[in-house]
């Protein structure tokens, strides 16, 4: 072979494995594996080895000459066949073709059918980026980020952090896996176990029709595969800083509320707001013992500070966690193979808060300092992984995980101050309400508790075998979730009210008092402290059957269960034996791998979020007592000193345990569920470029949330000729599907006895449930080849409906499945529109191109139209209707709200036209020196344009809800899009 026919095979050959690195397959349906899969002629032994951890195995092909390896570690192998060797790379969760058929023999071309980046195995939609691909391009250090690289996922409300939204979904609807395990925070959905960046080892973004062993998520799913050892020791020590200095400001928000000729007062204030990132890790691994017996781990450093300043107070922050990994594989032969990884990701952030001094405001500098803590999130995963190739054609995978998990755990416990009661001064000559003393902290964790703590225990058992045409797999899967909540009372114990003496005689409490008198109202308040369990298990079969050598079918069954606990260990949502059924087909249409037709149908269930059996099945007791007292106070925390005569009886409200969960939730209550359907088309365009075009559609038929009104049961209990019924012995808000009719057990005779009634829809007046996401995906990638490559997507989407999902952006609110949208008719009034998550048009482009041997610039562009502006008021309830007491305490979160006219009007979704467009252009440089190998020095500069548009409005038109006129910031601006920032990236390899 010449010369040059050797170097145009090694580059097609790199070319072809970064292609396969880089494509947007359908993926093979498994959570931490791939497969390398192709046709041969009939009886033919094939052989698979891992160039890098010698990992051997051998089978024979069938009667049509296919042949299927599948358990696969991702890595580079070596395949042989009738003396023809191919190498390829096999990617988490993705099919790799290979062709020895003798029609394609001799073709070697870049994307060609006998090394093709089109995965005909199997009905999965999804992309996988490799550590090699994560470290080119200018993108974020977390997996949202890279997963935003993927098309049909849009970023969410900034309320939430850097979660991405899926097909429509909320941010609160996704999955998220390590090495197998599920590591989604099942309270709030809304975080997952992290692992350090840099042992990422590949990260596969599914983003629609996951197979049947998939579950529990209706957006999409983020599947992370650590960095393994290999036979070859290597080692890598980096340092990662995001320095403050060379980063832009950020954009204030001048409010429209001063007057002319006052000072400015912000909305916003970002202008002096800092952050420095500073992050340095070694890592390394290799053969303990040589191709059985592997080692990888990793120890990362960081120093992360960052100053925050509001308009009279401000804060400092550092954290210093080491964090890190450690991953052991042993080859116990070639056909069994155990792994265990374990995982700290602590994030312990040292806080020290200060105050201004008085009348200074938005000075971009720290005040008195007022008290110091640190906040503790995170903990420790633990993963066990077995698979054993017990025959050719048969199977198992065992998995067992634990995950411990502590959320916002601050100490000292308590702090400083929290031993200082509330006060309050209320002027009864005004009825204007002055807080004086303390007010450090309002809520206080219940002492020695210990941190606020999630754990998540798990096991996995799944099985394939192999009959014929047929590949069945089939599992269990089960896990229990436990969240331990500290109970709460006010700090200091207790809520002082003084009320300023009138000069005549009075009545409090049913006593008569004295012109002049000094009243004091005494207020305690109490939560449990408690332990809430969500317990998830499914079983699942599915049967990839080739009808033609070309045509494959696919049928998958799911049987998923959910079951939600309160603190005494009693179920109050248990939903068994639901089935979700997913169907699909892929057609090789010219027999190569060149291109394929798909698609996919399916049914998805998500569960009810741990937060739910908190806030639905907790308690809180109230008790009222009202004191003379002599004018005297203390000083510091301006409480009385002393109590003088009690006035009347102690007042309670709320209740002292837990609420019947019959009483609690909907005894006919169906978890939330969408089916999905996509359909495509992708193949080669040239020997380079590869394309493809989809459609996808989702429906959400059967939503969940709380409903928390009272006059409907109190009609409902009149008509049916309960007069006795009381409605404050109702569950504060019962859960339920919005637009069903309600089951549930209510005390409708008022003595005492639950009963079980059903509340007709008709009394609620809530409208169904909806959301749809309908796109059209048209994606396209240009495979490595003198020294450029480039992959990019255009979606046309609509995501509408009256819900957003299982969080509100507008409220930010962490509480999935529990948002206002459904807590009254009034918050479903206006509401069928384009709802948060609505983009219309999403355009993305990446790529590098190499400059020479040591120099590469790359870039990442994103182009998106806006989102809907909406118009969000108060409930519309006048004072002495029976509803106003209760939502009275609601941020505005209707769309009833008023017009510059000071009128409240019913508006709708979206009425208020869209956030602009944005654009994003984000740049690197590598530097990859020949007189030092092993050297990479980096610049990624994010934002290079600082282009700061507008990403989100004031949405609040009234000023308040006792106040007639409209909000004065309603569409003023509210957020923009981050700042220009650097990062610079020090790697040494060796």
């Known amino acids: 072979m010449t010369q040059q026919k050797l170097k145009c095979l090694r580059r097609s050959a790199l070319a072809a494995l970064i292609t396969a690195a880089l494509s947007q397959n359908m993926a093979y349906a498994d959570l931490s594996v791939g497969s390398i899969f192709g046709q041969t002629e009939k009886g033919v032994t094939i052989s698979v080895k891992n160039l890098q951890t010698g990992l051997k195995r051998e089978l024979t092909s069938d009667n049509s000459g296919r042949f299927n390896f599948s358990q696969l570690p991702s890595g580079r192998y070596q395949v042989v066949a009738n003396g023809v060797t191919r190498e390829v790379n096999v990617a988490i969760g993705t099919g790799t073709p290979v062709n020895f058929s003798e029609e394609t023999t001799e073709r070697i071309a870049v994307v060609g059918s006998s090394i093709s980046p089109i995965d005909t195995s199997s009905v999965e939609s999804s992309t996988v980026f490799t550590a090699a691909q994560m470290e080119r391009l200018p993108v974020g250090r977390d997996i949202s980020d890279v997963a935003l690289l993927a098309p049909g996922t849009v970023r969410g409300d900034s309320g939430f952090g850097k979660l991405a939204s899926f097909g429509g979904s909320s941010v609160a609807e996704n999955g998220y896996y390590i090495n197998g395990f599920d590591v989604t925070n099942a309270r709030t959905f809304l975080s997952y176990g992290r692992v350090p960046f840099d042992a990422i080892g590949e990260q596969e973004v599914k983003t629609g029709g996951f197979g049947a062993e998939y579950g529990r998520a209706l957006g999409g799913v983020v599947n992370i595969v650590t960095k393994r050892g290999t036979n070859e020791w290597k080692f890598n020590g980096s340092t990662v800083w995001s320095p403050a200095d060379l980063a832009a400001s950020g954009r204030d928000v001048v409010s429209r509320s001063g007057e002319a000729g006052e000072r400015s007062y912000y909305s916003a204030y970002r202008s002096a707001d800092e952050q420095d990132e500073l992050s340095y890790s070694l890592s390394g691994g290799g053969a303990i013992v040589q191709d059985k017996l592997f080692f990888y781990g990793l120890l990362e450093g960081k120093k992360d500070s960052f100053d925050s300043y509001e308009s009279d107070r401000s804060t400092a922050g550092e954290n210093t966690s080491p964090n890190g990994l450690a991953k052991f594989d042993w080859y116990i032969t070639d056909n069994h193979i155990l792994e265990v990884t374990g995982i700290r990701n602590v994030e312990e952030t040292d806080y020290v808060e200060y105050l201004n001094l008085d009348e200074e405001y938005f000075t971009g500098r720290h005040g008195n300092e007022r008290v110091r803590y640190t906040e503790r999130n995170g903990g420790e995963i633990l993963i066990g ?497 029976d509803e106003y007491e209760v939502f009275e305490r609601y941020a505005a979160s209707s769309l009833y709200c008023r017009n510059v006219d000071g009128e409240q009007e019913l508006t709708q979704r979206g009425q208020f036209g869209r956030t602009p467009w944005t654009y994003t252009v984000d740049l690197g440089f590598s530097y990859r020196p020949q007189w030092m190998k092993g050297l990479l020095l980096q610049a990624n500069v994010f934002n290079v344009l600082n282009s700061q548009r507008v990403t989100e409005y004031d949405e609040k038109g009234d000023l308040s809800l006792e106040d007639e006129g409209q909000n004065p910031n309603f569409l003023n601006d509210q957020n923009y899009q981050s700042p220009r920032s650097v990062r610079l990236t020090a790697r040494y390899s060796f």
């Not at 209740?655 to 996509?678: C, F, G, H, K």
């Open 385 to 881: 992984k077995y698979t054993g190739h017990l025959t050719e054609d048969f199977t198992v995978g065992v998995l067992v995980g634990r995950l411990t998990n502590d959320s916002d755990y601050i100490t000292p416990d308590p702090l400083a101050g929290d031993d200082c009661p509330l006060v309050d001064i209320y002027d009864q000559d005004t009825d204007d309400v002055i807080d004086v003393g303390c007010w450090n902290n309002i809520d206080v964790r219940s002492l020695e508790f210990g941190p606020d703590n999630d754990e998540r225990k798990a096991l996995r058992l799944d099985a394939e075998w192999r009959i014929g045409e047929h590949t069945l797999r089939f599992g269990y899967d089960d896990e229990t979730f436990t969240s331990r909540i500290a109970g709460a009372e006010y700090s200091g114990g207790v809520f002082y009210r003084r009320y300023t003496p009138v000069d005549f005689e009075d009545s409090w409490n049913g006593v008569d008092i004295p012109a002049n008198a000094h009243v004091v109202r005494k207020r305690t308040r109490t939560s449990p402290s408690g332990r809430y369990e969500v317990k998830n298990s499914a079983v699942y079969l599915e049967d990839s059957f080739y009808v033609t050598d070309n045509l494959m079918l696919y049928a998958g069954l799911r049987s998923e269960s959910f079951d939600n606990l309160n603190a005494d260990g009693v179920s109050f949502v248990d939903a068994s034996d639901m089935i979700a059924p997913r169907l699909g087909f892929v057609w090789d249409v010219d027999g190569d791998a060149s291109s394929k037709l798909y698609a996919n149908a399916g049914r998805y269930y998500i569960p009810i979020a741990a937060n739910t059996n908190i806030r639905a099945s907790n308690w809180q007791y109230v008790t009222t007592e009202y004191y003379l007292y002599d004018g005297v106070v203390d000083p510091t925390t301006q409480a009385p000193l002393q109590l003088g005569e009690k006035l009347g009886d102690t007042l309670t409200s709320g209740r002292n345990s837990s609420p019947d969960p019959a009483t609690v939730a909907s005894a006919n209550l169906e978890p939330m569920l969408q089916d999905e359907l996509i359909l495509g088309y992708q193949r080669e365009l040239s020997d380079l470029w590869t394309g493809g075009v989809s459609f996808i559609y989702r429906e959400v038929k059967n939503g969940v949330d709380d409903y928390c009104g009272r006059q409907a049961f109190i009609d409902f209990a009149e008509d049916q000729g309960f007069e006795d019924f009381d409605a404050d012995t109702l569950a504060t808000c019962i859960i339920l599907n919005p637009g069903e009719d309600l089951e549930m057990d209510m005390d409708v005779a008022g003595d005492g006895v639950l009963q079980r009634v059903t509340v007709p829809n008709s009394y609620l007046q809530l409208a169904d449930y909806k959301r749809t996401y309908k796109a059209l995906e048209f994606n396209f990638e240009r495979a490595s080849d003198n020294g450029w490559y480039m992959q990019g997507s255009y979606v046309w989407a609509k995501s509408q409906g009256n819900s957003e999902g299982l969080v509100n952006s507008w409220l930010e609110s962490e509480s999935p499945g529990l948002t206002n949208d459904f807590d009254h008719k009034v918050f479903v009034d206006g509401t069928d529109g384009y709802l948060s998550n609505d983009r219309r048009h999403t355009f993305k482009l990446f790529g590098g191109y190499e400059l020479n041997e040591e120099m590469e610039v790359s870039a990442n562009l994103l182009v998106q139209s806006g989102r809907p502006v909406s118009c969000f008021g108060y409930a519309p309830f006048d004072v002495d209707e």
